[in-house]
C-alpha cells in the first residue's frame, strides 16, 4: 500500500478497536501522517461493534459552522463517558457512506 499523498510506502499497523473483537488492519504513513484503514477489515470490525449493546446512543443535530463547514458537538455525557477533552487528537474515518468513525486513541 503507497501513501497517496506522498507516494511513500505506508506501515501495516493492527490496531484495536474498542468493542471489536478483530484487530482492523491500518495503513499508516511514517512520512506525511496519512492513516487509513483496509476496507475489509474494518467493516468487519464494525458489524462486530453492531452486535455488543451499544453503550450510549444519542440523537444529535449537525450544526453550521464558518466557512460552509459543518459540526457536531460531544455532549457532556459522551464526553466524560469517554473522557475527552479540548485540544485532543482523534481520527475519522468514514467506512462507508451510514457510518462516521471516530477513534479517540486510548
Ligand atoms: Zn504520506
Known amino acids: 500500500m503507497i501513501c497517496p499523498k506522498c507516494k511513500k510506502v ?3 499497523v493492527k490496531v484495536k478497536i474498542q468493542d471489536a473483537n478483530s484487530p482492523v488492519t491500518s495503513y499508516q504513513c511514517g512520512k506525511c501522517g496519512y492513516f487509513d484503514f483496509e476496507e475489509k477489515s474494518i467493516k468487519k470490525a464494525i458489524n462486530e461493534i453492531r452486535e455488543k449493546e451499544t453503550l450510549l446512543r444519542i440523537k444529535q443535530k449537525i450544526v453550521k459552522l464558518s466557512h460552509n463547514r459543518l459540526g457536531m458537538y460531544f455532549n457532556r ?23 462516521i468513525l471516530v477513534d479517540i486513541g486510548k
Request: proline residues 4%; neutral net charge.
Open 10 to 12: 505506508m506501515e501495516k
Open 77 to 99: 455525557d459522551v464526553a466524560r463517558c469517554l473522557g475527552l477533552n479540548s485540544g485532543r487528537e482523534i481520527y475519522v474515518s468514514v467506512p462507508d457512506k451510514h457510518h
